[in-house]
Protein backbone atom coordinates (compact mmCIF):
# COMPACT_ATOMS: atom_id res chain seq x y z
CA UNK A 1 0.00 0.00 0.00
CA UNK A 2 2.64 2.34 0.91
CA UNK A 3 4.91 2.03 -1.50
CA UNK A 4 1.65 2.98 -4.17
CA UNK A 5 0.58 5.81 -2.15
CA UNK A 6 1.47 9.73 -3.33
CA UNK A 7 -0.77 11.26 -0.87
CA UNK A 8 1.69 12.58 1.48
CA UNK A 9 3.51 14.37 -1.32
CA UNK A 10 3.11 18.37 -1.14
CA UNK A 11 -0.27 19.39 -2.87
CA UNK A 12 -1.46 16.33 -3.52
CA UNK A 13 -4.78 15.49 -2.73
CA UNK A 14 -6.80 12.03 -2.92
CA UNK A 15 -8.38 13.42 -6.45
CA UNK A 16 -4.58 13.86 -7.81
CA UNK A 17 -3.59 10.71 -6.13
CA UNK A 18 -6.18 8.85 -8.41
CA UNK A 19 -4.76 10.77 -11.59
CA UNK A 20 -1.03 9.79 -10.44
CA UNK A 21 -2.07 6.44 -10.33
CA UNK A 22 -3.93 6.52 -14.27
CA UNK A 23 0.17 6.82 -15.16
CA UNK A 24 2.38 5.51 -12.68
CA UNK A 25 1.03 3.02 -9.91
CA UNK A 26 4.38 2.71 -7.78
CA UNK A 27 6.39 4.82 -6.79
CA UNK A 28 9.21 3.58 -8.84
CA UNK A 29 7.22 3.78 -11.99
CA UNK A 30 6.81 7.05 -10.65
CA UNK A 31 10.76 7.71 -10.05
CA UNK A 32 11.20 6.08 -13.53
CA UNK A 33 9.05 8.53 -15.85
CA UNK A 34 10.58 11.65 -16.88
CA UNK A 35 6.70 13.51 -17.03
CA UNK A 36 3.57 12.82 -15.60
CA UNK A 37 0.88 14.46 -17.20
CA UNK A 38 -0.69 17.32 -14.47
CA UNK A 39 2.37 17.72 -12.43
CA UNK A 40 4.94 20.68 -13.74
CA UNK A 41 8.90 19.44 -14.31
CA UNK A 42 10.15 21.81 -11.38
CA UNK A 43 7.56 19.84 -9.16
CA UNK A 44 8.53 16.07 -9.92
CA UNK A 45 11.66 16.78 -9.32
CA UNK A 46 10.78 17.99 -5.69
CA UNK A 47 8.76 15.03 -5.43
CA UNK A 48 10.68 12.21 -6.85
CA UNK A 49 13.50 13.66 -3.99
CA UNK A 50 10.96 13.18 -1.54
CA UNK A 51 9.84 9.26 -3.09
CA UNK A 52 13.67 8.43 -2.95
CA UNK A 53 14.03 9.43 0.85
CA UNK A 54 10.84 7.43 1.47
CA UNK A 55 12.34 4.41 0.04
CA UNK A 56 15.61 4.27 1.66
CA UNK A 57 13.69 5.05 4.41
CA UNK A 58 11.09 2.16 3.92
CA UNK A 59 14.21 -0.21 3.30
CA UNK A 60 15.42 0.48 6.58
CA UNK A 61 12.07 -0.34 8.34
CA UNK A 62 12.28 3.38 9.33
CA UNK A 63 9.07 3.51 10.80
CA UNK A 64 9.51 6.87 12.80
CA UNK A 65 10.67 8.32 9.33
CA UNK A 66 6.37 7.91 8.07
CA UNK A 67 5.25 8.53 11.65
CA UNK A 68 6.11 12.36 10.59
CA UNK A 69 5.70 12.06 6.60
CA UNK A 70 2.47 10.73 6.37
CA UNK A 71 -0.55 12.62 7.52
CA UNK A 72 -2.44 10.65 10.59
CA UNK A 73 -5.71 10.26 8.72
CA UNK A 74 -3.42 7.98 6.60
CA UNK A 75 -1.24 6.09 8.16
CA UNK A 76 -3.31 2.95 7.79
CA UNK A 77 -1.16 2.55 4.31
CA UNK A 78 1.88 1.75 6.17
CA UNK A 79 -0.17 -1.31 7.99
CA UNK A 80 0.59 -4.19 5.05
CA UNK A 81 4.65 -2.92 5.36
CA UNK A 82 4.69 -3.02 9.23
CA UNK A 83 2.11 -5.62 10.09
CA UNK A 84 4.47 -7.88 11.20
CA UNK A 85 5.87 -5.57 14.08
CA UNK A 86 2.30 -3.96 14.91
CA UNK A 87 1.42 -3.39 18.42
CA UNK A 88 -2.37 -3.52 19.16
CA UNK A 89 -3.31 -1.45 22.60
CA UNK A 90 -6.31 -1.06 24.64
CA UNK A 91 -6.45 1.03 27.80
CA UNK A 92 -8.59 0.66 30.76
CA UNK A 93 -9.48 3.27 33.49
CA UNK A 94 -10.99 3.88 36.64
CA UNK A 95 -14.56 6.70 36.74
CA UNK A 96 -12.41 9.44 37.37
CA UNK A 97 -11.54 9.76 33.95
CA UNK A 98 -7.63 9.52 33.28
CA UNK A 99 -6.76 6.83 36.06
CA UNK A 100 -5.54 3.89 34.13
CA UNK A 101 -6.07 1.04 35.26
CA UNK A 102 -5.17 -1.44 33.02
CA UNK A 103 -3.03 -1.17 29.48
CA UNK A 104 -3.34 -4.59 27.13
CA UNK A 105 -0.47 -4.90 24.25
CA UNK A 106 -0.84 -7.58 21.68
CA UNK A 107 1.30 -8.27 18.40
CA UNK A 108 -0.83 -11.50 17.36
CA UNK A 109 1.81 -13.93 19.20
CA UNK A 110 1.82 -12.90 22.11
CA UNK A 111 -0.48 -10.44 24.52
CA UNK A 112 0.54 -8.18 27.79
CA UNK A 113 -1.35 -6.80 30.31
CA UNK A 114 0.11 -4.21 32.66
CA UNK A 115 -1.57 -3.55 35.87
CA UNK A 116 -2.07 -0.36 37.91
CA UNK A 117 -0.51 -0.82 41.50
CA UNK A 118 2.12 -3.13 40.37
CA UNK A 119 3.50 -3.69 36.83
CA UNK A 120 2.46 -0.43 35.09
CA UNK A 121 4.64 1.95 35.50
CA UNK A 122 6.10 4.03 32.63
CA UNK A 123 9.42 1.93 32.42
CA UNK A 124 7.39 -0.85 31.77
CA UNK A 125 5.25 0.64 29.18
CA UNK A 126 8.28 1.94 27.32
CA UNK A 127 10.05 -1.35 27.18
CA UNK A 128 7.00 -3.44 25.63
CA UNK A 129 6.87 -0.77 23.40
CA UNK A 130 10.55 -1.09 22.53
CA UNK A 131 9.80 -3.93 19.72
CA UNK A 132 7.55 -2.43 17.68
CA UNK A 133 7.38 -0.43 14.65
CA UNK A 134 3.24 0.64 14.69
CA UNK A 135 0.92 1.18 17.07
CA UNK A 136 -2.90 0.35 16.31
CA UNK A 137 -5.69 1.78 18.49
CA UNK A 138 -9.72 1.84 18.45
CA UNK A 139 -10.31 5.61 19.65
CA UNK A 140 -6.88 6.07 20.56
CA UNK A 141 -6.16 9.15 18.98
CA UNK A 142 -9.28 10.98 21.17
CA UNK A 143 -9.13 8.38 24.49
CA UNK A 144 -6.38 5.86 25.08
CA UNK A 145 -3.02 8.07 23.64
CA UNK A 146 -3.93 11.07 24.92
CA UNK A 147 -4.53 9.52 28.07
CA UNK A 148 -1.33 7.48 28.18
CA UNK A 149 0.86 10.59 27.32
CA UNK A 150 -1.03 13.18 30.13
CA UNK A 151 -0.61 9.79 33.00
CA UNK A 152 3.10 9.08 32.41
CA UNK A 153 4.43 12.43 30.41
CA UNK A 154 5.44 10.39 27.49
CA UNK A 155 5.49 10.48 23.91
CA UNK A 156 4.71 7.98 21.00
CA UNK A 157 6.67 8.24 17.93
CA UNK A 158 5.91 5.91 15.99
CA UNK A 159 2.95 5.91 13.20
CA UNK A 160 -0.41 5.05 14.66
CA UNK A 161 -3.12 3.65 13.20
CA UNK A 162 -6.85 4.43 15.03
CA UNK A 163 -9.02 1.76 13.33
CA UNK A 164 -12.16 3.66 14.66
CA UNK A 165 -11.67 6.36 11.24
CA UNK A 166 -10.37 3.47 9.14
CA UNK A 167 -13.67 1.55 9.60
CA UNK A 168 -15.86 4.90 9.34
CA UNK A 169 -13.66 5.79 6.33
CA UNK A 170 -14.71 1.77 4.91
CA UNK A 171 -18.37 3.09 5.95
CA UNK A 172 -18.88 0.92 8.97
CA UNK A 173 -19.45 2.44 12.47
CA UNK A 174 -19.81 1.95 15.96
CA UNK A 175 -17.99 1.05 18.59
CA UNK A 176 -15.42 -1.69 18.81
CA UNK A 177 -18.17 -4.22 20.25
CA UNK A 178 -20.56 -3.32 17.47
CA UNK A 179 -18.44 -3.75 14.70
CA UNK A 180 -17.01 -7.30 15.99
CA UNK A 181 -20.23 -8.43 15.52
CA UNK A 182 -21.00 -7.12 12.11
CA UNK A 183 -17.38 -8.38 11.14
CA UNK A 184 -18.51 -11.73 12.84
CA UNK A 185 -15.95 -11.79 15.03
CA UNK A 186 -16.62 -13.82 18.26
CA UNK A 187 -15.82 -13.30 22.00
CA UNK A 188 -14.99 -15.69 24.68
CA UNK A 189 -18.10 -16.80 26.42
CA UNK A 190 -16.52 -15.27 29.43
CA UNK A 191 -16.23 -11.79 27.97
CA UNK A 192 -19.02 -11.97 25.37
CA UNK A 193 -21.74 -9.62 27.39
CA UNK A 194 -18.97 -7.42 29.32
CA UNK A 195 -19.23 -3.69 28.26
CA UNK A 196 -16.76 -1.16 28.59
CA UNK A 197 -18.97 0.57 31.36
CA UNK A 198 -18.26 -2.62 33.12
CA UNK A 199 -14.25 -2.51 32.90
CA UNK A 200 -14.60 0.20 36.01
CA UNK A 201 -17.08 -1.70 37.78
CA UNK A 202 -14.67 -5.03 37.83
CA UNK A 203 -11.47 -3.49 38.76
CA UNK A 204 -13.37 -1.73 42.00
CA UNK A 205 -15.06 -4.89 43.03
CA UNK A 206 -11.83 -6.47 42.82
CA UNK A 207 -10.10 -3.40 44.50
CA UNK A 208 -12.35 -3.44 46.87
CA UNK A 209 -12.52 -7.73 47.67
CA UNK A 210 -9.72 -8.73 46.71
CA UNK A 211 -11.33 -11.62 44.37
CA UNK A 212 -8.59 -12.10 41.96
CA UNK A 213 -11.85 -13.52 39.52
CA UNK A 214 -12.68 -9.74 38.87
CA UNK A 215 -9.25 -9.02 37.96
CA UNK A 216 -8.96 -12.08 35.92
CA UNK A 217 -12.02 -11.13 34.12
CA UNK A 218 -10.96 -7.70 33.65
CA UNK A 219 -7.42 -8.30 32.51
CA UNK A 220 -9.38 -11.20 29.63
CA UNK A 221 -11.74 -8.26 28.53
CA UNK A 222 -9.07 -6.12 27.78
CA UNK A 223 -6.80 -8.82 26.07
CA UNK A 224 -9.48 -9.54 23.89
CA UNK A 225 -9.89 -5.82 22.78
CA UNK A 226 -6.17 -6.33 22.04
CA UNK A 227 -6.60 -9.16 20.68
CA UNK A 228 -9.41 -8.67 18.05
CA UNK A 229 -8.38 -4.84 16.88
CA UNK A 230 -5.56 -7.15 14.39
CA UNK A 231 -8.17 -9.04 12.99
CA UNK A 232 -10.55 -5.93 12.34
CA UNK A 233 -7.34 -4.45 11.11
CA UNK A 234 -6.69 -7.08 8.72
CA UNK A 235 -10.22 -7.55 7.39
CA UNK A 236 -10.92 -3.62 6.99
CA UNK A 237 -7.65 -2.14 5.91
CA UNK A 238 -7.37 -4.21 2.88
CA UNK A 239 -10.73 -3.01 1.86
CA UNK A 240 -10.39 0.10 2.62
CA UNK A 241 -7.30 0.22 0.26
CA UNK A 242 -9.52 -1.79 -2.71
CA UNK A 243 -12.02 1.05 -2.12
CA UNK A 244 -9.52 3.76 -2.84
CA UNK A 245 -7.99 2.18 -5.39
CA UNK A 246 -10.74 1.41 -7.27
CA UNK A 247 -12.50 4.90 -6.79
CA UNK A 248 -13.35 7.17 -9.72
CA UNK A 249 -10.66 9.64 -10.05
CA UNK A 250 -13.92 12.09 -10.49
CA UNK A 251 -15.37 11.07 -6.45
CA UNK A 252 -13.29 12.76 -3.84
CA UNK A 253 -13.84 10.44 -0.60
CA UNK A 254 -14.02 11.31 3.20
CA UNK A 255 -11.55 11.71 5.17
CA UNK A 256 -11.10 9.95 8.44
CA UNK A 257 -12.70 13.00 10.54
CA UNK A 258 -15.49 12.95 7.74
CA UNK A 259 -14.40 16.23 6.15
CA UNK A 260 -13.07 16.41 2.28
CA UNK A 261 -9.39 16.99 1.55
Same mark, same amino acid.
Given at each position: ??????????????????????????????????????????????????????????????? $?????????????????????????????????????????????????????? $?????????????????????????????????????????PHIDLKH??? $?????????????????????????????????????????????????????????????????????????????????DIILPSS?????
Amino acid at each position: MIKESFIFLPKISERKERKIWQHASTWNEFLDKKEIPGIAQKLKHGYDKILVAAREALIADDA $SYFARLVHSADQWRLYAHFKDDAVFLDIETASNYGNVTVVGLSDGRETKTLIAG $STLTKENLQEALKPYKLLVTFNGKSFDIPILQKYFNTQFNMPHIDLKHVCF $SAGITGGLKLIEKQLGIQRAEQVKDVQGSDADLLWRKWRATGNQDFLDLLVQYNAEDCINLKTVAERVIPQLWKDVRGASPDIILPSSDGGRR
